[in-house]
């Protein structure tokens, strides 16, 4: 048993850590993924022009709307002007979105030897929070009337930035925190006490054979008690070891399933409390902001208890060498050598020598790139598409906002009871739910058709709110079991006490890599004058995917990873 000041030293660092994921997780499910995308449009439409005149304000139709209490939108397409390029209304959002994912990258890459090094890593989390919580919570003050209304893109670029580089500093406490829970301590400490409990002269070798000696010798046959008990305490050893792998990983996921589950139950929450006043204010950009506005307040706030709780530089346990901390502890601190130590272990890393020792590792990672995109921009473009194409109020977006992460913590659950009833295989697991996620933008497809579509019924193909609702909830389920499996997949293909190091580099193509697909959309938004024709390409883009999914040999891979070894230039 541990000490109980130990046991509540823990627990103190275990709810900090739970109370940033709780903080941080809001900004995601209520702004970024629903709000954000909205309200940069909206701001670009306060401010835009009708096409093609470009001299009535788009603005006319929105006040139209409101006073016949229904959604009006014209035949003609919404422009702003930003410095000297005139920009679909919609292509905006996601041009904001595609340069904040790409800065993030940048900053990911540029912080992860700090965020290795302990007593750095509270100082940039709580910066970074501070950078992102702050930014979300200016929107309250910045008007879609103001003519500075144009802050409103770095302000979306430095809350995304801060959200990303803030979890790249929470998830480095998370191998941390499973080694220092309770079950796995006690494994340890078995095996501890296993190494040092002495064996006196028992042991093979440790009495030196002497003719004057009339003692009877250790019988070396392989028969002999003392061998069989030797042997014992052996095996013993490395069942403790293999019991500790074991529970180390059974904790290590549950602390982070945990904080997976609360930050979604607290995005629910909060976009349940949003709904009231956008509501009340009929979806006006007011509304939108405010609700961004909530986010950054309530990140902010739930972000005290981890200042608070969290260890940093004060904590002795923190001052030590880490795993992948390259001795930092051991030498003169310089912010601007280990920013360019980050990019130089980032190139060998990504050398060909390197990536052909594992290359399973790098397909998976090269299909990982592709899939985290696109099912990023099924979300964002789903969104765009739902305001703009289906006329949806901002009130049915937000029930939108609810239904996904609601059905994502269902699908999670089940998904694991699918595959025991059916003996499945993670990488199967996985190749099923892309196939099931491609159908959502190949059904969008169908709305070109209008196969479904009869005189007196409307329905089919995406062109109804209904289909929208449906969706959600099916593409919930499938994103929500689909990110735990993709972790866990992975884990199988890393290097053994080197995780760190490749979950970042993991982290780097989920949360920074996604600016591909955004771009596109974009481009063909602003191209085409229609967003449906997004989904063509959102099709492409999953399925190119697949055959590099299927073509990783998990076994090689595992193979390759255990005699993998680190080579740096």
Not at 18 to 45: G, H, K, M
Not at 46 to 60: F, H, I, W
Not at 65 to 70: G, I, K, L, P, V
Not at 226 to 251: F, N
Request: include cysteine; aromatic fraction near 12%; charged fraction near 20%.
């Amino acid at each position: 048993m541990l000490p109980a000041s130990d046991t509540a030293a823990y627990k103190r660092k275990l709810h900090g850590w739970l109370s940033y994921a709780f903080a941080s997780e809001v900004f995601v499910i209520v702004s970024l993924t629903l709000f954000l995308p909205i309200c940069l449009e909206q701001f670009a439409r306060d401010n835009g022009y009708l096409l093609p005149d470009r001299k009535e304000r788009c603005s006319s139709v929105v006040k139209l709307s409101q006073r016949t209490e229904a959604l009006v939108v014209p035949d003609v397409r919404c422009v702003v002007k930003i410095g000297w390029a005139w920009i679909d209304s919609a292509s905006f959002s996601l041009y904001v979105y595609s340069i904040s994912v790409a800065l993030q990258a940048l900053t990911v890459i540029s912080m992860g030897g700090i965020a290795d090094y302990p007593p750095h890593r509270k100082r940039l989390l709580l910066l970074f929070a501070l950078l992102g919580a702050s930014s979300a919570t200016t929107f309250l003050v910045l008007p879609s009337t103001s003519p500075m209304w144009f802050l409103v893109a770095p302000l979306a670029v430095c809350a995304n930035v801060g959200f990303g580089a803030s979890v790249v500093a929470m998830n480095a406490y998370l191998p941390t925190l499973a080694k220092e829970s309770p079950e796995v301590r006690q494994i340890q400490d078995e095996i501890e006490n296993k190494h040092h409990t002495p064996s006196g002269p028992v042991l093979i070798g440790e009495i030196e054979p002497d003719a004057d000696d009339d003692r009877t010798l250790v019988s070396s046959d392989a028969t002999s008690p003392l061998i069989q008990r030797t042997r014992s305490e052996e095996e013993e050893v490395e069942e403790l070891k293999a019991a500790y792998d074991a529970e180390l990983s059974r904790v290590m996921s549950r602390i982070s399933s945990f904080g997976i589950a609360l930050g979604y139950g607290a995005g629910i929450v909060l976009l349940i409390i949003a709904l009231i006043p956008v509501t009340m204010l009929h979806g006006s950009t007011f509304a939108l902001r405010l609700a961004i506005g909530l986010s950054g307040i309530w990140w902010a706030a739930f972000s005290i208890p981890a200042a608070l709780w969290l260890p940093g530089a004060e904590d002795p346990r923190t001052n030590g060498v880490e795993a992948g901390s390259d001795e930092l502890g051991v030498r003169e601190w310089d912010t601007k050598r280990e920013i360019v130590l980050a990019w130089k272990r980032l190139g060998s890393m990504l050398r060909w020598t390197e990536m052909k020792k594992l290359r399973n590792t790098f397909k998976y990672l090269a299909a990982w790139f592709l899939l985290s995109d696109g099912f990023t921009t099924i979300t964002s473009t789903a969104i765009l598409f739902g305001k703009t194409t289906l006329n949806m109020q901002p009130s049915a977006l937000i029930l939108v906002g609810i239904l996904t992460p609601t059905s994502g913590i269902l699908g999670s659950l089940a998904w694991p009871y699918i595959q025991r009833r059916y003996g499945w295989t993670n990488l199967k697991v996985i190749v099923i739910l892309v196939m099931m996620a491609s159908a959502i933008p190949a059904y969008g497809c169908l709305g070109f058709l209008g196969i479904f579509q009869g005189d007196a019924t409307r329905f089919g193909g995406l062109t109804t709110q209904g289909e929208m609702f449906a969706l959600a909830v099916y593409f919930g389920s499938v994103y929500g079991a689909f990110q735990g499996y993709a972790r866990a997949f992975y884990a199988e293909l890393l290097p053994p006490g080197e995780e760190a190091r490749w979950y970042g580099l993991f982290s780097i193509t989920d949360k920074s890599s996604s600016f591909i697909g955004p771009l596109i959309v974009g481009l063909i938004a602003d191209t085409t004058g229609n967003i449906r024709y997004a989904f063509f390409f959102l099709v492409v883009m999953i399925w190119m995917a697949m055959p590099i999914l299927m073509s990783v040999d998990v076994d090689k891979g595992r193979k390759d990873a255990r005699d993998y070894r680190y080579t740096a230039t």
